[in-house]
């Protein structure tokens, strides 16, 4: 069954320089519950960082963050020794396990990115941290994160690939599907419709049983798409991850 998420089930915890909406993509399983994590899948933040930011350097804990920036420049800086401008087509996986430090510079324009996080199989694992530069504007789908045994280029310490693609309107894209995990596809930007039902900006859709149908776009689109073990094991000592009150 197709389920879809609409804006305005989001939370908004910070506004200002620093925006966040915040994604619970478990909230597409139970919309008036409690459960806020899609398997391990735990949450989306779509930010907005304003020029002059600085996020101080600050400690993650059985967190697996991917950030994808979509505009700007975010300078990364790390306890692993790590400066790095992280951009558009420029990908970052930060693996905290048992601590993970690292703080964020806006020097530029704003930046609009999403910072997605995981929960790991396991807690306390070693801490890592993994970059990787991508096509910037793949009209097909680009595997960018997936499981430690996979051929994905970054990996995460759980069962579950994260994909984008850039569809262009009028264009019809078929959404891979891997048997005996769940799909969820969020949408950054534009317009688009699988299965009857329509998502735009800040709107997810979901099928837990099958793969999701083609997806055509009605505006050109910018999706992400996660492809779940909704049964993974999982720590609940993330962070942001494991968070109850949010």
């Known amino acids: ?3 879809k998420m609409s804006k305005d089930a989001h939370l908004e915890p910070y506004k200002g320089m620093f925006s966040i909406t915040r994604i619970l993509p478990g909230r597409i399983l139970e919309p008036d519950g409690e459960r806020p994590t899609f398997g391990p899948f735990s949450n989306i933040d779509h930010a907005f960082m304003s020029k002059g930011l600085t996020i101080k350097m600050h400690e993650h804990v059985d967190d697996e963050i991917l950030s994808y ?3 700007g420049i975010s300078m990364h800086k790390d306890s692993a020794g790590y400066e790095v401008p992280i951009e558009r087509g420029k990908l970052m996986v930060m693996n905290a396990g048992k601590s993970f430090w690292h703080e964020e510079k806006v020097p530029q324009e704003g930046v609009e990115m999403l910072q997605i996080f995981m929960r790991p199989e396991a807690p306390d694992l070693e801490p890592n941290i993994q970059f990787h530069e991508k096509p910037v504007d793949n009209e097909d789908w680009y595997t960018m994160v997936g499981p430690e045994d996979s051929d994905a280029p970054m990996t995460m310490r759980q069962n579950a690939y994260i994909m984008d693609a850039h569809v262009k309107a009028g264009n019809t894209l078929e959404i891979p599907n891997i048997p005996g995990l769940a799909s969820f596809l969020y949408v950054m ?4 419709e699988t299965g009857n039902e329509k998502a735009e900006r800040f709107e997810a859709i979901a099928d837990i049983d099958e793969g999701l149908p083609p997806l055509t776009a009605h505006k050109d689109a910018t999706v992400v798409l996660f492809l779940v073990d909704l049964d993974a094991p999982m720590s609940t000592k993330g962070t ?3 968070l109850t009150r949010y």
């Not at 930007?189 to 688009?192: S, V």
Request: without cysteine.
């Open 240 to 242: 942001i991850s494991s």
């Open 69 to 71: 920036v979509d505009k």
């Open 1 to 3: 069954m197709i389920l």
């Open 189 to 192: 930007h534009g317009e688009i």
